[in-house]
């Protein structure tokens, strides 16, 4: 959470800083950061990057940039197809994070400064849960992964 005290803006982590937070006391910090984007931003244009979109399958495990000869694009599905890739069937079946056949483009949104902040826009309680133990059936389980049967000669449950 970011909060303005007297001469200062606080930045309060929920595990780190205790209770005072850190301070951003003006605007040299606000210039040094500044300075860091511009760098990473050369940095990226130097190495060729495509900083404004990613490809993720639907486990949203990431490709930084694909081979566009490979994919064509399905409106309707709103995916891009690898047709060539098509007989490695059983492998992405166990192997479902890899599966780079059908990947959808996202883009990529860079944060920004906000000078002022509302108290009335923080959730009252954390939107993500995950615990160890007694209690665990309640946290966050990933369930997007297919199950295959042996009688098919594809993996087991």
């Excluded at 303005?4 to 003006?26: D, H, M, P, R, W």
């Excluded at 931003?41 to 694909?66: C, F, M, R, W």
């Excluded at 309680?125 to 309640?138: L, M, N, P, Y």
């Amino acid at each position: 959470m970011i909060s303005s005290s007297k001469n200062a803006e606080v930045i309060k982590l929920s595990n780190y800083g205790g209770t005072e937070g850190f301070q951003k006391n003006g605007p040299e910090e606000k210039k040094q950061w500044q300075e860091i984007l511009e760098w990473k931003n050369q940095y990226d244009q130097s190495k060729g990057l495509n900083k404004n979109a990613v490809y993720a399958n639907k486990h949203y495990h990431t490709y930084p940039e694909i081979d566009m000869a490979k994919y064509s694009y399905n409106a309707k599905s709103n995916q891009y197809s690898d047709q060539s890739d098509q007989e490695n069937d059983a492998y992405y079946k166990q192997n479902q994070y890899n599966d780079a056949r059908y990947l959808r483009k996202y883009l990529k949104l860079q944060p920004s400064s906000k000078d002022e902040f509302t108290e009335g826009t923080l959730a009252n309680k954390s939107i993500f849960f995950s615990i160890c133990g007694a209690g665990a059936e309640q946290s966050y389980h990933y369930n997007g992964f297919e199950k295959y049967g042996e009688e098919d000669g594809k993996i087991p449950n």
